[in-house]
């Protein structure tokens, strides 16, 4: 079993930047595959980012491709989402993800345990 709590996210102002930590439990973290998604009100939970369980392949969706960078410290059982640069359409529920597989994975189907989520919200 992995639970996962998030932390980090709060209000700024367009062009600001926040880093989100999300920090897990369970003897196993270093193998799993880890992502980040987001939700605005009335929309669907939407991909951000994810990581292998290396750190070797990442990836992001293209709307933070530049502005976000996701990395992860296993010995710390934590992975970090640094959001920069970040504009009102970033405001939404972020949501921490893992996979009980290795790999990168970008559908949330793929994920089979989640966080509470943490409210960002970007003011124009």
């Known amino acids: 079993q992995v639970q996962l709590v998030e932390s980090g996210g709060g209000l700024v102002q367009a062009g600001g930047s926040l880093r989100l930590s999300c920090a897990a439990s369970?003897?196993?973290?270093?193998?799993?595959?880890m992502g980040w998604f987001r939700q605005a009100p009335g929309k669907e939970r939407e991909f951000v980012s994810t990581?292998?369980?290396?750190?070797?392949?990442?990836y992001y969706a293209d709307s933070v491709k530049g502005r976000f960078t996701l990395s992860r410290d296993n010995a710390k059982k934590s992975v970090y989402l640094q959001m920069n640069s970040l504009k009102p359409e970033d405001t939404a529920v972020y949501y921490c993800?893992?996979?009980?597989?290795?790999?990168?994975?970008?559908?949330?189907?793929?994920?089979?345990?989640w966080g509470q989520g943490t409210q960002v919200t970007v003011s124009s």
């Open positions: 369970g003897r196993t973290f270093s193998s799993y595959g």
């Open positions: 990581i292998s369980w290396s750190g070797g392949s990442i």
């Open positions: 993800a893992a996979s009980r597989y290795s790999g990168s994975f970008f559908s949330p189907r793929e994920y089979g345990y």
